[in-house]
């Protein structure tokens, strides 16, 4: 097949999108499919017209990759591409909707609660800076429940940039004023401390079925985004450590089994498509969920391939088979 490999784009996350468009021409290649490696400028559509790919593949990170612009583009078009709608993608790009389309995918359902996520709280970038809500800072300890410490991030965006743990009402206004450099929101939630990990799932609705578990560890500090890019500052474990969660292997078998249902939940109900990563921290009782990532790292250090590793998975395998089902 012709594969158009939509990478690099005009987000802040551009160098991530490079070297994952990088790794999937690689596979695609690999797989025997011929490959057009495609970067988003303004020539993007004429471009597409032209070579008419029988199908796409986006490898673009953060904004105009998973916020439903590439897609809708797409769409618009006519291409076939891997990965979620527009539609599934503008709900996911914010962290904020968890809340809402969890109780509406349980109110359908009917079936108990399985992920859980940090409580919190959103403020625009209008609100805060134009309207006063930059005074009312010593509300945070009350609203968030537990208190200090919290975390502060872009409420749309990924790769951790823009995050801060802040420990004090003292930390919170840099936060903020940094957060909001990356974003028009920030998301204000409970910090959270555990086992974090990263739950790579393939498929789509009922056929979807999750990858082994990446537990990540940092070096130092936490998985920010320095910690992404510099090489051997973090470390990551695939599968997880049955160790990491429970001293009794059966125990730890158990609660792998609920991480993983509870990503699958979470993938279900913004109705995911062909293939996400979810990331979450086990906190000693309960999956916590933070996010749904509609187009996971591909580079060599990507979570998703370290999870396609564990399984015994082929990149080039996955790739080969995502883009074949819309030949």
């Not at 749309?156 to 903020?176: L, N, P, W, Y």
């Not at 500090?221 to 992404?228: H, I």
Request: hydrophobic content about 45%.
């Amino acid at each position: 097949m012709k594969v158009a490999v939509l990478m690099g784009g005009a987000s802040f996350e551009r160098e991530f999108s490079l070297a994952s468009g990088k790794n999937v021409c690689a596979a695609l290649e690999e797989a025997g499919h011929k490959v057009v490696p495609l970067d988003t400028t303004s020539d993007l559509v004429p471009t597409l017209r032209s070579e008419r790919p029988d199908v796409c593949y986006s490898a673009l990170h953060g904004k105009h990759g998973e916020d439903g612009t590439i897609q809708s583009l797409l769409e618009f078009v006519g291409i076939p591409f891997v990965g979620s709608p527009a539609s599934v993608c503008q709900r996911t790009w914010n962290k904020d909707s968890l809340h809402s389309e969890m109780a509406t995918y349980r109110a359908m359902t009917g079936d108990a609660p399985i992920a859980s996520w940090p409580q919190g709280l959103y403020i625009a970038r209008d609100a805060f800076k134009d309207m006063g809500a930059a005074t009312a800072l010593d509300l945070v300890e009350k609203r968030v429940v537990g208190g200090y410490p919290v975390a502060v991030k872009p409420a749309h965006g990924g790769s951790a940039m823009g995050v801060h743990r802040v420990d004090s009402i003292d930390q919170m206004g840099e936060a903020i004023l940094d957060a909001l450099s990356f974003d028009e929101a920030v998301v204000i939630e409970q910090w959270v401390e555990g086992v974090e990990m990263a739950v790579s799932i393939l498929g789509t609705g009922w056929d979807a079925y999750a990858l082994p578990p990446v537990e990540i560890v940092p070096k130092s500090g936490f998985f920010g985004t320095e910690a992404r890019m510099e090489p051997g500052a973090v470390e990551y474990l695939a599968p997880v450590r049955p160790a990491s969660l429970s001293e009794d292997e059966g125990d730890a078998q158990a609660i792998r089994a609920e991480i993983e249902r509870a990503a699958l939940e979470v993938y279900r109900a913004y109705n995911v498509r062909d293939l996400a990563r979810v990331d979450l921290i086990w906190d000693g009782a309960q999956a916590r969920v933070f996010e749904v990532n509609v187009s996971p790292g591909m580079s060599e250090r990507s979570l998703f391939v370290a999870a396609c590793e564990a399984s015994g998975l082929s990149l080039s395998g996955v790739l080969d088979e995502l883009v074949k089902q819309y030949a």
